[in-house]
């Protein structure tokens, strides 16, 4: 049966886009069920047809826990089989983590466990790292300290800013998480307690996806 994909998006879209093309070439067997927004002008938003679109502003809500209550009887209703942040730039709370844990995939653009959070470019250049990169991983209610999936790396170069780094991994990126999300729609993919199970074996160390797209222990 195909996938059913719920995306949880803040912004630009890129990683959203990635994943609905992937559909429309035949090599992700999934379907996006609906789109999610904290930012009712989101570009991601406009990716797909309207009666596919949910936002609300947060501040419209008396708190955060009325607005997610209400943000997630609205993924729960277009019946996921996972949820993926893709630049869903606000913190997900324990009620909305619990009713997906197991399902809810986040892309973060550091080498985790570094930089949590954000400005992850900068931080990297700041700390001098030679190499940079992405990561898939379970959400948990502690920020993007989930059990990590899968990583790619991209070099820092002399003479890098932020933007040039952030530009070099997004392609990266968008690769990665399909990879990640092939293994989901190929039922490859579980998260059971603190472990991440791929192809029904306990994952030690992230996958990391090499020059050829492939995810490689
Ligand atoms: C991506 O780089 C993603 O890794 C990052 O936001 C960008 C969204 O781009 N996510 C985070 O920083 C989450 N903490 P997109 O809207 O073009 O997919």
């Not at 277009?78 to 730039?89: E, R």
């Not at 993007?144 to 070099?155: E, F, H, N, T, W």
Request: proline fraction near 6%; hydrophobic fraction near 45%.
């Amino acid at each position: 049966m195909t996938t059913r994909i719920a995306v949880l998006a803040s912004g630009r879209g890129s990683n959203l886009q990635a994943i609905l093309q992937a559909i429309a070439d035949g090599t992700l067997d999934a379907e996006v069920v609906g789109v999610f927004s904290d930012k009712p002008n989101a570009p991601a938003l406009k990716q797909v047809t309207p009666e596919r679109r949910w936002s609300a502003r947060p501040s419209a809500f008396p708190d955060r826990a009325a607005y997610e209550t209400v943000l997630s009887d609205a993924v729960a209703a277009a019946s996921p089989d996972w949820i993926v942040c893709a630049g869903y730039m606000r913190i997900l709370g324990d009620a909305f983590i619990a009713r997906f844990r197991g399902r809810l995939l986040n892309i973060h653009p550091s080498l985790l466990p570094k930089y949590r959070g954000l400005h992850t470019h900068a931080r990297a250049l700041e700390a001098g790292d030679a190499e940079h990169g992405a990561s898939v991983h379970f959400v948990i209610p502690e920020l993007d300290a989930g059990s990590v999936i899968a990583q790619v790396r991209v070099p820092t170069l002399a003479g890098d800013t932020p933007e040039t780094l952030a530009a070099r991994l997004l392609p990266r990126e968008h690769a990665l998480l399909l990879a990640v999300l092939r293994l989901a729609a190929a039922g490859q993919l579980a998260e059971q307690g603190d472990v991440t199970r791929c192809h029904g074996q306990p994952l030690l160390n992230p996958l990391s996806l090499d020059s050829a797209d492939r995810l490689v222990s």
